[in-house]
């Protein structure tokens, strides 16, 4: 029987906050995951000097239906709870999975002088491009969560002009499309900021203490908003005029998906409470870009059970085999 198009948890996952929570939930992990066993770590090359850290997991045993190519959210990484979920069940239906770390993310302070910023397309594309090209003549499919979710609509935009000649279907789970926002809204949700607050400012003192010539975050680090930290990180580190300068950069609105060559898919929820709703009624799609948008699901969430496959995973997949 196939997936439906509509999502609709039971009663007791509807709450936003309940999927939200449970998207990274370590609980979903537990256990064997041959797709963790199987990966093999690579440093990436990705232009300009710049080094990113990836893993792959093939197939051993047969050849792989295709590639997926896994992007994380902001502060999250190549083992966050939703990445080795989704990775597990890519793999056990027989893809094989390369998971990014984005610069500055998981353990990679040390590879680069330079922090991370969103507006970071170039390399992230590179570093996606070479992946794709791991797949050999197999397909490759690029899913991105959270502002990972907005990378993949922007690397879709960028094969306009630098085609990943093997990438069959794009999809963003949850994606950011104004960064501003989406910053408001979880400056809002008391229990998203405190977790964002504590994993950014872990990661500039990471930062801070690998390179102390370079970075002083004395100023930054007992701020309370992620609002004003963007803003102090921006005035004293950043190369833009302002914070709204710098988000303008990696905005998605109005029409900017459209026209784009490779199937791209938005899953997003009503309930979201990291990325306002209007954001998702204010882009246009159309032609090979469709948005999918739930009443629940959280941001990353879409649980139909605890220990089950996600529907946007169910779903995924579905796509991928109707494709290869």
Same mark, same amino acid.
Request: glycine share 8%; charged share 20%; proline share 4%.
């Given at each position: 029987?196939?997936?439906?198009? *509509?999502?609709?948890?039971p009663?007791?996952?509807?709450?936003?906050?309940?999927?939200?929570?449970?998207? %990274?939930?370590?609980?979903?992990?537990?256990?064997?995951?041959?797709?963790?066993?199987?990966?093999?770590?690579?440093?990436?090359?990705?232009?300009?000097?710049?080094? @990113?850290?990836?893993?792959?997991?093939?197939?051993? *045993?047969?050849?792989?239906?295709?590639?997926?190519? +896994?992007? &994380?959210?902001?502060?999250? %990484?190549?083992? %966050?709870?939703?990445?080795?979920?989704?990775?597990?069940?890519? &793999?056990?239906?027989?893809?094989?999975?390369?998971?990014?770390?984005?610069?500055?993310h998981?353990?990679?302070?040390?590879?680069?002088?330079?922090?991370? #910023?969103?507006?970071?397309?170039?390399?992230?594309?590179?570093?996606?491009?070479?992946?794709?090209a791991?797949?050999?003549? =197999?397909?490759?499919?690029?899913?991105?969560?959270s +502002?990972?979710?907005?990378?993949?609509?922007?690397?879709?935009?960028?094969?306009?002009?630098?085609?990943?000649?093997?990438?069959q279907?794009?999809?963003?789970?949850?994606?950011?499309?104004?960064?501003?926002?989406?910053?408001?809204?979880?400056?809002?949700?008391?229990?998203?900021k405190?977790?964002?607050?504590?994993?950014?400012?872990?990661? @500039?003192r990471?930062?801070?203490?690998?390179?102390?010539?370079? #970075?002083?975050?004395?100023?930054?680090?007992?701020?309370?908003?992620?609002?004003?930290?963007t803003?102090? @990180?921006?005035?004293?580190?950043?190369?833009?005029?302002?914070?709204?300068?710098?988000?303008?950069?990696?905005?998605?609105?109005?029409?900017?998906?459209?026209? +784009?060559r490779?199937?791209? *898919?938005?899953?997003?929820?009503?309930?979201?409470?990291?990325?306002p709703?209007?954001?998702?009624?204010?882009?246009?799609?159309?032609?090979?870009?469709?948005? #999918?948008?739930?009443? &629940?699901?959280?941001?990353?969430?879409f +649980?139909?059970?605890?220990?089950?496959?996600?529907?946007?995973? =169910?779903?995924?997949?579905?796509?991928?085999?109707?494709?290869?």
């Amino acid at each position: 029987m196939g997936v439906s198009e *509509s999502f609709a948890p039971p009663a007791w996952l509807r709450g936003r906050y309940v999927q939200t929570i449970l998207a %990274s939930s370590r609980l979903r992990v537990l256990g064997n995951n041959p797709m963790e066993l199987a990966s093999e770590e690579m440093i990436l090359d990705a232009g300009e000097n710049i080094r @990113l850290q990836g893993f792959l997991s093939r197939q051993k *045993s047969v050849s792989a239906n295709g590639l997926v190519i +896994l992007l &994380h959210g902001w502060e999250g %990484s190549a083992h %966050s709870t939703y990445i080795q979920h989704s990775g597990r069940e890519f &793999h056990a239906q027989g893809y094989a999975v390369f998971r990014l770390n984005f610069r500055d993310h998981g353990d990679t302070h040390h590879l680069n002088e330079g922090l991370f #910023y969103g507006t970071l397309l170039e390399e992230v594309f590179t570093a996606v491009k070479y992946a794709a090209a791991l797949a050999e003549r =197999a397909p490759a499919f690029l899913v991105g969560f959270s +502002l990972g979710g907005n990378f993949a609509l922007r690397i879709a935009r960028r094969c306009l002009e630098n085609p990943i000649e093997n990438m069959q279907h794009i999809f963003a789970i949850s994606p950011v499309l104004d960064p501003s926002h989406a910053t408001d809204a979880i400056d809002r949700a008391w229990l998203l900021k405190e977790y964002f607050l504590r994993k950014w400012k872990r990661s @500039l003192r990471i930062k801070q203490a690998l390179y102390p010539h370079l #970075y002083d975050f004395t100023r930054i680090l007992p701020m309370r908003t992620l609002r004003s930290m963007t803003d102090a @990180l921006i005035e004293d580190f950043g190369i833009f005029p302002g914070t709204q300068e710098y988000f303008e950069t990696y905005t998605i609105r109005d029409d900017a998906l459209m026209g +784009l060559r490779i199937p791209t *898919s938005i899953i997003a929820s009503r309930d979201d409470p990291a990325i306002p709703v209007q954001d998702f009624l204010g882009i246009r799609t159309g032609g090979t870009t469709t948005l #999918y948008l739930h009443d &629940h699901g959280g941001h990353n969430g879409f +649980l139909n059970a605890l220990c089950a496959p996600t529907w946007y995973e =169910a779903w995924i997949t579905q796509t991928m085999q109707g494709l290869v």
